[in-house]
C-alpha cells in the first residue's frame, strides 16, 4: 500500500499570521483613540514592536526633512544611536536633500527596502546616521538583529514618513507583508490625526484673529463713543459755566442787599454750596474732554498728598464724614507729574473715599517705595473702611459716566486713570464689599537727570 507524504502543516504559520492581526487591529483601535500625536507616534513604534520587530524608529516630514517622531524600545534606541554617534536621537533630522540616505531613498520612491543580516543592518545604520565606523562592531552586538527593513508611511501616492524596524529573525515575504500592511494603516491613521491637529490649530489662529478683530472693533467703537462724549461734555460744561458765572456773581450782590439773618444766611449757604458742587461737575467734564497735555514738573510727593488732602478736606459733603489720615513713613522719591492734573485726580479719589466712609470711619493716604524685579515705583495708596464696590461692578468703574451714587456723574476714576496713565504710572482698584476700597497708583520716581 502506497502512502502519501503529508502536505506541509501550514496552521502554525496561519496561525501566527492570525495573532499577528489580531494584534494589529487592536493596536490601529487604541491608536485612533489617541488626539496627541506625541501618543500617536510613540504607540506606532511601540505597534512595530508587539507584532515582531525587536527595536522601531518612525520618522515623520516636516517639510524639510525626515524627523525622528518616536522610537521603541525607547532607552535601547536612544543608547543605541548615542553609541554609534554620540549624539541625542532626539535631535535628529535628516535632510531630504541627502539623496544618498537610505531613509530619503525610501522616502522618496515609496518602496520598502528589506535588509538581511545583521552585516546590512549595520551597513544602514551608519549610512543613515552617519556614525563612526570604528565601533561598528560594537553596533552589531548591541542591536540584536538578524534582519530590518525600512518602511515607507505611505497615504495614496504621497509618503508622509519612514519607519525602521530592526527583527531577531530572517524576514519572511509574510512578516514583510505585516509590517508593511500595518505600516499603510498607520500612516493613514497618522496623517489623519495630523490633519485633525492641524485643523484644530488653524481654526485656533482664526478664532483668536476674530477675537482680535473683535476686541480692536469694541476698542474703536469705544473710542468713537469716548470722543462724542468728550465733545458733548466740552458744549454741555460751556453752555453750564456762563450762566454759573451769572449766578454767583447774583448771589454775591443778593449779599449786599439782603439782611443776613439765621434763614437767608442758610438760603444763601446752600445755593453757595450747590454752585461749588455744579463747578466741580464742570471741572470733571473739562477734565474729561480736554485733550492731555502733561507739564511734568519735580515735585515731592508728600508735599503733592498734603496739597490734596486740604483741597478734599474743604470740599463740604453732604453724605460721609471719613476723617482723612496721611500716613507718612519713610521718605519716597520726588516724581515728575503734571501737578495740577494729578492733584485733581487725587482729590477726586479722596472725596470718593470720604463719600463711601460713614462717620467715624477713616480714609489712609500714604507713599511708600515698590522694587519690582529692579525696577523702582513710588506707590501712593488711598484706602478707605467704607462698604466696598459691588464685585458686579468693578469691570465697570473705568467707564465714562459711570456710577450708583445718587450725586457724580461717574468721571472720578476715568479722569484719575487718564492723569496716571498720562505720567507713566499704572492703576489699580481691590475693593472687599463690606470691608472698604484702596487704590493704588504707582509713579516713575523723578531721577537726577530731571530738573527741579
Known amino acids: 500500500m502506497t502512502h502519501q507524504a503529508p502536505e506541509p502543516s501550514t496552521n502554525v504559520l496561519s496561525s501566527r499570521g492570525r495573532s499577528k492581526r489580531e494584534t494589529i487591529l487592536a493596536i490601529l483601535d487604541q491608536v485612533a483613540q489617541l488626539s496627541e500625536i506625541d501618543e500617536v507616534t510613540r504607540a506606532i513604534a511601540h505597534g512595530f514592536v508587539e507584532i515582531g520587530a525587536v527595536m522601531a524608529v518612525l520618522m515623520v516630514c516636516d517639510g524639510e526633512g525626515l524627523k525622528v517622531a518616536a522610537w521603541w524600545p525607547e532607552q535601547v534606541v ?11 536621537f532626539s535631535e535628529l533630522t535628516i535632510p531630504l536633500d541627502e539623496h544618498d540616505n537610505p531613509y530619503v531613498a525610501v522616502y522618496r520612491s515609496r518602496e520598502p527596502k528589506l535588509l538581511r543580516g545583521p552585516e546590512e543592518v549595520a551597513d544602514l545604520l551608519f549610512a543613515t546616521f552617519h ?28 509618503a508622509v514618513g519612514i519607519a525602521g524596524i530592526d527583527y531577531a529573525d ?32 488653524i481654526l485656533a489662529d482664526l478664532e483668536r484673529a476674530l477675537d482680535n478683530e473683535r476686541k480692536t472693533r469694541a476698542e ?96 463740604a459733603l453732604q ?62 495708596t488711598v484706602c478707605d473702611t467704607g462698604a466696598g464696590i459691588d464685585p458686579a461692578h468693578l469691570s465697570q468703574i473705568w467707564d465714562p459716566f459711570f456710577t450708583t451714587k445718587a450725586t457724580g456723574i461717574g468721571l472720578g476714576l476715568v479722569i484719575v486713570k487718564r492723569a496716571v496713565d498720562a505720567c507713566g504710572g499704572r492703576l489699580a482698584v481691590d475693593s472687599v464689599s463690606g470691608r472698604g476700597t484702596t487704590v493704588t497708583l504707582d509713579l516713575p520716581p523723578a531721577t537726577d537727570d530731571d530738573c527741579d
Open 78 to 88: 536612544a543608547d543605541l544611536y548615542r553609541l554609534g554617534t554620540g549624539q541625542e
Open 131 to 158: 556614525g563612526d565606523p570604528a565601533i561598528r562592531p560594537l553596533v552589531i552586538e548591541a542591536a540584536h538583529g538578524k534582519a530590518g527593513a525600512v518602511l515607507p508611511l505611505v497615504v495614496g501616492d504621497q
Open 170 to 201: 530572517d524576514l519572511t515575504e509574510g512578516d514583510l507583508h505585516l509590517f508593511n500592511i500595518f505600516a499603510s494603516s498607520a500612516a493613514t491613521l497618522l496623517n489623519f490625526k495630523r490633519d485633525i491637529v492641524s485643523r484644530e490649530a
Open 220 to 315: 474703536l467703537n469705544r473710542a468713537e463713543r469716548l470722543a462724542a462724549l468728550g465733545e458733548m461734555s466740552a458744549v454741555v460744561a460751556h453752555e453750564i459755566r456762563n450762566p454759573l458765572a451769572v449766578i454767583r456773581n447774583s448771589l454775591s450782590s443778593l449779599k449786599r442787599h439782603l439782611t443776613d439773618c439765621g434763614q437767608t444766611r442758610l438760603l444763601r449757604g446752600i445755593v453757595d454750596e450747590e454752585t461749588r458742587r455744579i463747578e466741580r461737575i464742570i471741572d470733571d467734564m473739562l477734565a474729561f474732554s480736554s485733550p492731555l497735555e502733561i507739564r511734568g514738573t519735580r515735585i515731592d510727593t508728600d508735599e503733592l498728598l498734603d496739597g490734596a488732602i486740604v483741597l478734599a478736606a474743604q470740599q
Open 319 to 380: 453724605s460721609g464724614a471719613g476723617k482723612i489720615v496721611h500716613q507718612q513713613g519713610k521718605s519716597v522719591p520726588h516724581v515728575v507729574v503734571d501737578a495740577r492734573r494729578l492733584t485733581h485726580a487725587l482729590v477726586n479719589l479722596l472725596v470718593n473715599a470720604r463719600q463711601a466712609t460713614e462717620q467715624g470711619g477713616t480714609v489712609s493716604v500714604g507713599a511708600s517705595c515698590l522694587d519690582e524685579e529692579g525696577r523702582l515705583w513710588v506707590r501712593i
